[in-house]
């Protein structure tokens, strides 16, 4: 690996790259200023101007997306599993195929993973100064299914989706397609298909840090000088080392998520795993050892590790941080150490 290979695998916060327009529903009344980011994989974006930061699959995608406050984005719904990380702001859910199944107001901290064939929608209650992390599953996540007041409205405003999600702008010259080629609204028999999730399932789909214990003796390097660290599991099978770590949320998603707090000078020892991860920063200054090169990253960066490369990672900031870190795959991933770290342990 180059310096240059891995470097483009750090995607910092500051150099994200949003589009105004990456769905038919931004056009509608109440959901201007909506910008989506697409960090890892092209997502379910349906215009084609959205840059995609980090193109290479990694058998899910990793988006942001920030609202004006009082802004909404538009009921919808994805076949496969869709993951938010509140970063910045206060964040109102609202789930159902009419939108009225339940709400939650989600803060900093909070992730929540929205079962499959759920309709759901979202608001931002707080300030303007806002940011949500979002994780799509697979690495072609399908398309969005709008609900159907979405469509129909989007098409006063120039807007229209094919029946392949593309989006087709009147305004901006496209010519108008022919009417089998447009995306039909869902009948009544199809809304009927869609999951009726209440408040209480949803509200056990959510994790926090700061509520959960985590556990502090996950890994083998957590007893050595620069690994004490707390690991939580929040979402599949997870990466860690001991076999009694279920995970907050169980059903397969293409990836598991959990979540690594550590202090000053602590954090993950030189390991590798066999398949893809990708590392969000929640909060804190880390540093990331990723084969011969080093970064230091903060809060809301995005750093891309390949398989089988040697990495270490350090809080090399005054207090306490966090990690998020998604693993490809359903499958629990396993750990190698470094020969240095398992002469260390013995
Ligand atoms: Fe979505």
Redesign the pocket.
Known sequence: MTQASMAHRVVRSCEYIPCEEAFVDTRLPGREGKMNYCIIGPG?AENDRQVVHIAEPHGFNVGGVSLPTGKI?SL?S?TTA?VFLICRGEWRFFWGYDGTDGEAVLKPGDVISIPTGTF?AFESVGSDDNFML?W?GEDDPGH?TWANDVIEGAAEFGFYLRKDSSLVDINAGDPMPAEEELLRPLTEAELLRYNRTSPAEMAARVYNVERFKGATDAFADCSLPGGAKTYHPIIGEGCHERSDTPAHILNPHSFSLCAIEAGPGNGFLAHRFGVKQVLTIGSGEWEVTLGDDRFTVGPEDTVSIPADTWRSLRNTGGEAGVVYLATSGDLHAGIEWSEDVQSKLG
């Open positions: 379910v984005n919808h994805h869709e759901r979002s799509l969005v």
